[in-house]
């Protein structure tokens, strides 16, 4: 417990570091610092150091009008310049265009168009490392199986080990059933630990972690319409006879206004909703919180360093609880995707009985 209260306090204090370079030089704005730290960007900002920007760069890769564009994103100078006729959009060329590569004049103004985006950003980029990671992690536990035959699990393979048993026994096999459990073990597992992992690196301030990977509510989508699409094509004709046609429901809920199929249709897009949204929002409203807290000593500071710094004991305390309570819900999140997305598939599969009114009465 110890270790992890040290590390903890050097997290924040690198955190607090971050926000203290960027309202160095300008009225501390809370909204707009929680807003550029949990958001996207087209480069990975590590600090500021003596009113210079020390970033990674990432790949610019556009389209516009049949033209294709590649470049690193540090031609752009962090927003302040432009290059090729693109620039990164500010508030003043509109809330649109804020955030977003867009077309400019010779004089830097926006002509109205936006060129097709499909850059690496910090997001993708956490995406790609992610994924990485989960790769190499297997590869090595299959390589360590490969030379323990026989033996005990040990390091890496006990970790592997333990997360599939934890996925095929207390969600799998309860929610899908014994003998269908197993081809869809691949996804599940794959959902949790790519889940898990971002919402873990997510909570370091520092390269490689601190992007808000599944704050992004594209990727929550994206995983959502992976679980509706796995389940719909693998149901069975139960299911969509069941949706259609519920059986004991009476016969004027169905004619001759379809109420019910209706309500049913609209439940098969409603479950992909309520995945996109619960991850989404729960693990931005933490990140949010915790830079909330953080921003109370900056807030006090402007007033008087001194009262700065009396306030931010509190303020920090109640951080690194959050910050305890987000390991927490990085785990919780990820086991509700999968146990919500196995449940979903097990109901696709589930043999729906003949049942008549008068039986349910």
Same mark, same amino acid.
């Given at each position: 417990m110890k270790r992890i209260l040290l590390l903890l306090t050097i997290l924040f204090?690198?955190?607090?570091?971050?926000?203290?370079? @960027?309202?160095?030089?300008?009225?501390?704005? $809370?909204?707009?610092?929680?807003?550029?730290?949990?958001?996207?960007?087209?480069?990975?900002?590590?600090? *500021?150091?003596? @009113?210079k920007h020390v970033s990674i760069p990432l790949p610019v890769i556009l389209i516009n009008e049949g033209k294709f564009d590649v470049f690193m994103s540090s031609k752009f100078e962090h927003g302040h310049a432009s290059y090729k006729g693109y620039k990164i959009g500010s508030l003043e060329d509109g809330e649109k265009a804020?955030? #977003? +590569?867009?077309?400019? @004049? @010779?004089?830097g103004q926006w002509t109205g168009k936006t060129p097709f985006d499909f850059s690496i950003t910090k997001n993708v980029l956490m995406m790609f490392i992610v994924s990485g990671i989960i790769i190499a992690v297997?590869?090595?536990? #299959?390589?360590?199986?490969? #030379?323990?035959?026989?033996?005990? $699990?040990?390091? *890496?393979q006990t970790i592997i080990e333990f997360v599939i048993l934890f996925i095929r026994d207390d969600i799998a096999i309860p929610s899908i059933g014994?003998?269908?459990h197993g081809k869809f073990m691949p996804y599940l597992l794959t959902a949790f630990c790519f889940i898990f992992l971002s919402n873990i690196m997510g909570l370091f301030p520092f390269f490689p972690g601190g992007a808000n990977l599944t704050g992004n509510i594209?990727? *929550?989508?994206?995983?959502?319409?992976? =679980?509706?699409? +796995? =389940?719909?094509f693998s149901a069975n004709k139960a299911y969509f006879t069941h949706i259609v046609n519920m059986p004991g429901v009476p016969w004027w809920l169905k004619f001759p206004i379809p109420i019910m199929p209706v309500v049913e249709i609209l439940g098969l897009f409603t479950k992909p909703f309520a995945l996109t949204v619960r991850l989404f929002a729960n693990i =931005?409203?933490?990140?949010?919180? +915790?830079?909330?807290?953080?921003?109370?000593?900056?807030? !006090?500071?402007?007033?008087? $360093?001194?009262?700065?710094?009396?306030?931010?004991? +509190?303020?920090? !305390? !109640?951080?690194?609880?959050?910050?305890?309570?987000?390991?927490?819900?990085?785990?919780?999140?990820?086991?509700?995707? *999968?146990?919500?997305?196995a449940i979903y598939i097990g109901m696709a599969h589930e043999e729906h009985a003949e049942v008549t009114p008068k039986e349910i009465a």
């Open positions: 204090s690198l955190q607090l570091s971050a926000i203290a370079s @960027d309202a160095k030089d300008a009225p501390f704005d $809370p909204g707009q610092m929680i807003m550029e730290h949990i958001g996207d960007d087209h480069s990975w900002h590590i600090l *500021t150091y003596k @009113d804020k955030g #977003k +590569i867009i077309c400019v @004049d @010779d004089n297997v590869f090595r536990a #299959k390589s360590i199986a490969k #030379k323990r035959v026989g033996k005990s $699990p040990k390091g *890496t014994l003998k269908r594209a990727v *929550t989508l994206v995983l959502a319409v992976f =679980t509706f699409i +796995i =389940t719909q =931005t409203a933490g990140h949010i919180i +915790i830079l909330g807290f953080l921003s109370i000593i900056f807030i !006090f500071g402007a007033q008087s $360093p001194a009262l700065g710094y009396g306030v931010s004991p +509190i303020p920090v !305390f !109640f951080a690194i609880f959050m910050s305890l309570l987000e390991i927490l819900v990085a785990f919780i999140q990820a086991y509700v995707f *999968t146990l919500l997305s």
